[in-house]
Every structure is written in C-alpha cells, then in structure tokens.
C-alpha cells in the first residue's frame, strides 16, 4: 500500500499501481468525469499514470492552468491528425500548448491552405473527436523511433530525435495518429468538445530564420460551446480594443519605415498624454523624496562591462557606435542603472546622505527581432520611469514597502484593480545565469518575501525569472479582459554596488557598500500606454484625456460664444476645442463620442443669452445647463476625486 497526500492535506492509501484516475474514481465518478492529467509530485502526467510510491496527488481539471494547457496540447495532436487526413504527405514540426491555445508547424509541401480549409480540418477534428479516442502512451527504442520516421519520410521529427538518449524516448497514439512526445495527455479525445482553428501564420523552423519557413496554424478548443461562444467574442472585443487601431484613431502615435522598425513616433495628443503621466509620477515621486536626475542615450562600452550588462546583452544590443579616436567605443544604453551608480559615486557619500534616490524617464535602446516587434508593447526604444535607491542594509524593507506603496498608488489611480505580485527569484539549477555572491542573493531574496508579506500582498513566486543581477517583484496586472501584462517592477541589487565600488561612510566612520533598489511603477512608458489603452478603450480618466471637452455651435452664428467659453476653460487648466464645422450638432455628438471626448457642451440661442452650456457627458447623457464658471468647477471637482481617491500616504 502507498499514501497519498491530496490538496487539502488529507492522506489516503491505496495499493501500489493504482493510477491517479483510480484515486479520481474513489472520491467521485463525477470528478472523474472531468480529470485532465494529475500533478505528481509537481509533475504533470497523464491521468493513467501508476503510482509505485508515496506521494502529493492533485487531480487537474479544466479550471486548472496545467488542464487547460494538456488538453491544448491533446488538441495540437488532433488537429495534426486532421491534417494528415485533409493533406496527405505533410511533414509535421512541433505542437505545443500556448497561453491561449495551441499551433502546430506544419511544412505542407506542394499544398496551400487557406481559411477556407480550416473550416475543413475543424470539421474533421469534430469527427475526431466524437470517436473518443485514447491517448496511448508507448516507450520506444531510439532506433525504433528513427525507423518510424525515417518511413514517414520527416525530417522535422528525425532532427528532434537526434538530440534525444535512448530510453527517454516516447510515442502517443489516438486514432490512426502517431506522434513523438513527452506528454502528458488528456485520457481521451472526447473531452474536446468546442474546437476553433484561429488564424495562420509563417513560422522558420526552430525560430532560425536561415532554416525553412513552415505553416503555423493556430487554434483553441473548450469542454463546453458556450465557452468557445464567450471567448470568440473577447477576441472580437479585443481587436476593437487593439492600442495600434486606438492609437491611430484617437492621433496618438505612429510609426515609419523610414524611421525605422520599433522605433515609435510620438504625435502631439500623444506626447502631451505621456507628459501628463510622467508629471503624475513625478509629483509622487517629490512626495517621496525623489531627486531627478538626466543621463546621456548612450555611454561607453567600458561602463556596461563593468555593469555586466555587456556580457548579458552585448551580443543583442545594436551594433557599437565608433568615434574618430580607433580607442572609443560607444553603445545605445539598455539601461540607465550604470549611469545612476557613476552619478551616486561622484561625490563621497555619508550615512546621513542615504537613502539617496535618483529618478529619470530615460530612454534606452534593445535590438529586438523584427518578428517579435509589436506596436507599443515590443519595441526597440522605449522609455522608463526609472529609479535607483541607494541604502544601507538596514533600510532596504522600509524602502522596498514604500516603492509597493507608489506602485499600488499608480496601478490604483489608473484602475488596475486585479493584479498578482510575482516573487521573481534565481533558477535554483542553472546560477550561471547570475553575477553575485549565493550570500547577497539571500538576502534579497528573504528582503523582498518580507516586504511583500508585510504589505499584504497576493503574491506568487516564479523561479527563473530574476534579473541577472537581483531579485525583483514584478507586478502582473489583468485588464479588462482578463489579460494578464507585467507592468512595475522593483528589484533589490547587491552586485551593481560592489561591481562599481560603490561606498558611503557610516556612523562608525568607516567605509560600507550601499544595497541598490531599482524601480519602475509603469515599466516602460510606451508598454504602459499600450495597455492602458486597451484596458480603458481609449476611454481615459478625465484627469488623463487629451480633449476634457469640446464645445458643438449649433450653428455658424454662436462660433464667437463657443470661442470665449473655450478660452475661459482653456486658461483654467481644463483642455478641450470649439467643432466649428458646418456640420448638424448630431453628427458632432456622434464624432465627439468616437473621438472619445469625456464633456460635450453645446451652445445656441438660448445659451448664448444666460451664459451657459449645455452639458452632455460622454456615455452617461444629458447633465442639464450650468454656468460655464459652474460647469469649470464641476470638471476640477471630478479631477481632483479621480487623483485623490488612491492618494499616495
């Protein structure tokens, strides 16, 4: 007999051998019905693996991640096997699971797909699938393997096998389809029940762009119709909500060729939006004693080798600038921290000057592939809210709380309500990753899991996503539908401080190194702005809107009046314009609310003689007429309740 110990803690025994859906059907049939795969151990398997020894037993269904992602991957190889089917002689690549989904890479050869062969291979995975067919696993030799495919005639498969060892080698079959995987799988097809093929795309082969280009077909599959119904119509909401199509319409920003790729171009209603979210910080920051300070776009080579950012990112970074001296070597910085360590050295530092923080919206340079490019939220130049705080070891968790207390302030204000805090720390199993001592990486480490304890905060950890220098806790914020982004981040560094002999003299008279925290409450100005616009459909606070109202003449004649109340709001500190078109008041409400203007305020006769509007607010209606002076007081009053609401302490 063998324990095995479930979720909530409870032990049960059952004979060795017996599988994980022997332990589903002796809690209930029904759960059993809806097991996916089991996680032994904290790892996953399929439902029908054998237990042999004592362990941790969670039974994984669909409201489970890794549920989700095993049917996915059960789904790939439906649809491989569909594809076969529909276009015999095809080579098969790889079909993994994705956050959303799953593809296949599929070199067709002589055949063309078009969208409307996915309704053909959907319809033949729905046939597939009623057949409920098992999900067989089989080890086999290597030599076996290669023989299988070698007959199929797919390199794609032999080249994977080649870097495989004998014995770790393992086949699924369902149907009449046979593929090399690792697994795990759901028990049978007939959990796919809502099945949607998604777009197609061009993919190289193992991402190497000198390799062949392949088909890459996406798709996505539910146990319920309704689901797929519900998650069709998030993406339609979500190409409506696209920053790129918002950011066009609402005259934000651009891009050119001849600028160059990921390089953005900000327009005029757009950098004065950045310009009112960068002084929101800024006032934060002056609140919490930060100094601003201005670094140069690029910096000498010997300055990131010190850093290590040279050794981390050289190979990746755009090509080095060179200089008539045969000596100098400049490079566009990826950073701005190497920078803030030259400038906290440029004076002798006291234990009472700490801590020293230095804030800047600096902009840096990374050389992403054009592939990976993606509007605002991929880039190769992009700006930081960036900050360096420089501590004494004592101070570090006091500070760290109160960065938490800015980010929340920022996430808050501007309505990100549902957001994870993720712990990010070293891969346990590969420290070449990192600079540093095992003993400072400790420390930040138990600093940041303390700080984030004693701020309440919902937190999960991710090993392996550390920076290469230090720890951090990144914030995960889901928008509006329920896509998750990583916006702020803070980070304790104890390797930046000792690689540029950082110093400050303490009360004991004597020389210490100080901690470094790096921060940044948006991440990057041109990723938040992206979200942020997705998340609130370019519908901004009215603290934040580039146009707080416009004032719609019904006619030609009130242009003059329109004019003056214009003025008067304008030098009030409250933005808007006058629609002087020739146009019916209708059709500028209707262009005023596409443009997303938060007041509409319209003026005629009657208005003209009482000094009034008429106010209109954007999706809410009729507010009546008020005194323009009124109507001043009541946009001031919203503004200063939307800022005031979440008011840093």
């Not at 609402?250 to 979210?277: I, N, Y």
Request: charged share 30%.
């Amino acid at each position: 007999m063998i324990n095995v110990t479930l979720p909530d803690g409870s032990m049960r025994e059952y004979p060795k051998g017996s599988t994980a859906m022997d332990v589903a059907l002796s809690i209930s049939e029904g759960l059993a019905r809806n097991v996916l795969a089991a996680k032994i151990n904290g790892e996953v398997k399929d439902a029908s693996f054998s237990l042999h020894s004592n362990c941790e037993l969670q039974l994984l269904t669909w409201t489970d991640v890794e549920g989700k992602s095993t049917m996915w991957h059960s789904s790939a190889h439906l649809m491989a096997e569909a594809l076969e089917f529909v276009f015999p002689g095809i080579k098969l690549a790889i079909g993994p699971p994705i956050t959303n989904g799953f593809y296949y890479d599929v070199d067709l050869g002589e055949h063309a797909i078009t969208e409307k062969d996915l309704e053909i291979v959907e319809e033949k995975m729905r046939e597939l699938a009623k057949a409920k067919n098992p999900f067989i696993r089989k080890e086999i030799a290597k030599e076996e393997a290669i023989a299988y495919f070698t007959e199929k005639n797919d390199p794609y498969k032999l080249e994977l096998l080649s870097e495989l060892t004998d014995g770790t080698i393992t086949f699924y079959t369902q149907g009449n389809f046979t593929d090399l995987c690792r697994g795990p799988h759901i028990p049978d097809t007939g959990f796919i029940k809502a099945i949607k093929l998604l777009s197609i795309a061009g993919a190289y082969w193992r991402g190497d762009e000198k390799n062949k280009q392949l088909t890459r077909i996406y798709g996505i599959t539910f146990p319920k119709q309704s689901e797929l119904v519900a998650y069709l119509e998030k993406l339609e909401e979500a190409k409506r909500r696209d920053h790129r199509k918002l950011g066009k319409e609402l005259d934000l920003f651009t891009f050119s060729a001849k600028v160059g790729q990921g390089l953005p171009l900000w327009l005029p209603k757009g950098a004065a939006l950045r310009e009112r979210l960068e002084n929101f910080l800024k006032k934060a920051q002056r609140k919490a004693g930060y100094q601003q300070v201005i670094t140069p776009h690029i910096g000498n080579k010997e300055l990131y080798v010190c850093s290590g950012h040279y050794e981390k990112y050289g190979a990746d970074s755009f090509q080095p600038i060179k200089t008539p001296d045969p000596n100098e070597e400049f490079y566009l910085k990826p950073m701005n921290c190497p920078h803030h360590c030259e400038i906290f050295k440029a004076r002798p530092r006291s234990y009472k000057d700490l801590p020293t923080r230095f804030a800047e919206f600096g902009t840096v340079y990374r050389y992403e592939q054009s592939g990976e490019l993606h509007g605002l939220t991929r880039v190769r130049s992009f700006t930081q809210d960036d900050a360096h705080i420089f501590c004494t070891q004592e101070q570090v968790k006091d500070e760290f709380k109160n960065v938490i207390d800015i980010v929340l302030y920022v996430l808050k204000t501007l309505d990100f309500q549902n957001f994870t805090a993720q712990i990010s720390l070293r891969d346990k199993e590969k420290s070449e990753k990192y600079i540093g001592t095992d003993e400072n990486w400790a420390k930040a480490e138990q600093a940041i899991i303390e700080a984030a304890a004693e701020k309440n905060l919902d937190t999960v950890v991710a090993y392996g996503e550390a920076a290469f220098y230090g720890p951090k806790l990144d914030f995960m914020v889901q928008d509006a539908l329920g896509r998750e982004w990583q916006l702020g981040t803070i980070q304790v560094d104890y390797n930046l401080p000792e690689r540029f002999e950082l110093e400050y003299v303490g009360a004991d008279n004597q020389k210490h190194r100080p901690v470094m925290i790096h921060r940044a409450p948006f991440g990057s100005m041109e990723r938040f702005v992206a979200v942020l616009l997705e998340h609130c459909a370019g519908d901004f606070p009215l603290w934040l809107a580039s146009d707080q109202f416009i004032i719609l003449p019904v006619s030609e004649k009130y242009n003059e009046y329109a004019e003056k109340v214009s003025e008067f709001l304008n030098n009030s500190d409250i933005r808007g314009l006058v629609d002087d078109r020739n146009e019916k008041v209708g059709k500028k409400i209707r262009d005023a609310e596409l443009a997303k203007v938060p007041f509409m305020l319209i003026v005629g006769e009657e208005e003209l003689v009482s000094n009034t509007v008429a106010v209109r607010q954007r999706a809410k209606g009729d507010l009546g007429k008020l005194p323009y002076e009124e109507f001043m007081v009541l946009v001031q009053k919203e503004i200063d309740i939307q800022l005031s609401m979440n008011s840093l302490k």
